[in-house]
């Protein structure tokens, strides 16, 4: 059983950054943040190779995010810098189905989920 759990949302003002944290317990592998917006689907943020570190990012974070991994902690991060209105969202972290090809953006590649952890970014 994979249990994941984020934290370290909040309200911040454009401009600012946040940290957020995914806790893993279980099996590791591949790992994936997405947020969702008010009224919007599920989208992409960003992925990384468990092994190796390799990372992917959706366009409109591409140099403001930077989603890392400490195995010792079994923890996965997305900081976020320049935040700003548009990225306000629930943010999720996800851990990829094994055999499904990376990097994928797409929801149904990945098989457990968070709870969730709310950004609100203000102007």
């Known amino acids: 059983q994979v249990q994941l759990v984020e934290s370290g949302g909040g309200l911040v003002q454009a401009g600012g950054s946040l940290r957020l944290s995914c806790a893993v317990s279980?099996?590791?592998?591949?790992f994936g943040w997405f947020r969702q917006g008010p009224g919007k689907e599920r989208e992409f943020v960003a992925t990384?190779?468990?092994?190796?570190?390799?990372?992917y990012y959706a366009d409109s974070v591409k140099g403001r995010f930077t989603i890392s991994r400490d195995t010792a902690k079994n923890t996965v991060y997305l900081q976020m810098n320049s935040l700003k209105p548009e990225d306000t969202a629930v943010y999720y972290c996800?851990?990829?189905?094994?055999?499904?090809?990376?990097?994928?953006?797409?929801?149904?590649?990945?098989?457990?989920w968070g709870q969730g952890t709310q950004v609100t970014v203000s102007s």
């Open positions: 996800a851990r990829q189905s094994p055999g499904s090809n990376w990097p994928s953006s797409s929801v149904s590649a990945y098989t457990y």
């Open positions: 279980g099996r590791t592998y591949n």
């Open positions: 990384i190779k468990w092994s190796g570190s390799s990372t």
